[in-house]
């Protein structure tokens, strides 16, 4: 098992990005849910917010407070809330931001006539609302969120969208540029910011391993389109670093999106070759019918442990049903049937 390496709570990766962890690590976040303060003083914009750890607030306020940033008087610690997708561990956080943010206005202007300005929340809409997302959303207390036109807490982004980052370097460099990367989930962005030649890539991209997906096409089709816009328009790259939404700073970002895409397409190139071969009587999973999700699993993974064979079913699984989709696969009982 690979052992991760140590990331300090509070990491100041340039003069405008101060990344914060969401004290949630494990098997699936790691070292614990990145979010990440961006702007050279206030108001800052956060993306993400952890799951809803108590031992997280803490630390969002030390770098809120950071002395060693300038303080903008009149104007709240945090203007925007990027909200990168659905998952619990980056939404659940909401609520207890909010409340320090409020809190932070009090103690830092009791005698200020300016009224507050709370936070206006962003995110990619979902075809489908989420059950979990909703219930935090409704929790919210009013006057803690500036609500979008329609009156909702959540202000929508779309491909393209930009917002400013406070920064003291030219204005084409200090926004945040949203891209819309469906896939791990169909509401998944990435954010480009120029100023740091970094890609913010949520779980799209990760630190360490590789992530995971609700819809393989378009995964793979977001991976071939942040190789693109990497590349740039006239073959300048736009950008060098990941951000991921969990584990270290990526300093070769497009060598490792590269990398994401390549593996996916050498997986399924494998399960389409095994689909051309007659299946094996002894295989495990073997059907008369022909290639079974077991059967594929082990033959592709004969020289892993069986334990991991489970978790490798369902990516094969989404593999065979992008092929499906495709109209190369069509599935027979249990057998699936390569068509050309």
Known sequence: MEVLEALPSISKLSKTVTRILGQNPGKFTLQGTNTYLIGERNPYILIDTGEGKDEYIPYLQEALLDSSREYTPGEAHVSDIIITHKHHDHTHGLPSVLALLRKLWDNQQPAQSTAYKPPRIHKIPLPTPDPR??????SLTPGSFTPSPTGLPVHNLADADTLSVTSSAPPESSVLRVIHTPGHTADSLCIHYPLDRALFTADTVLGHGTAVFEDLGPYMASLQKMI?????????QTYEVVYPGHG????????????????????????VAVLRKPVPANIQGFSEDGWTTEAIVATIYAKYPKELWAP??????????KLVGEGRVEKSGAAWVLLN
């Open 228 to 236: 693109d816009y990497g590349k740039g328009p006239n073959g300048e």
């Open 312 to 321: 490798a079913a369902h990516s094969v699984e989404l593999h065979l049903n």
């Open 248 to 271: 270290p700073v990526v300093k070769d970002g497009l060598g490792k999106v590269t990398t994401y895409l390549k593996h996916r397409v050498e997986r399924e190139e494998q399960i």
């Open 133 to 138: 997302l909703t219930a935090v959303l409704d």
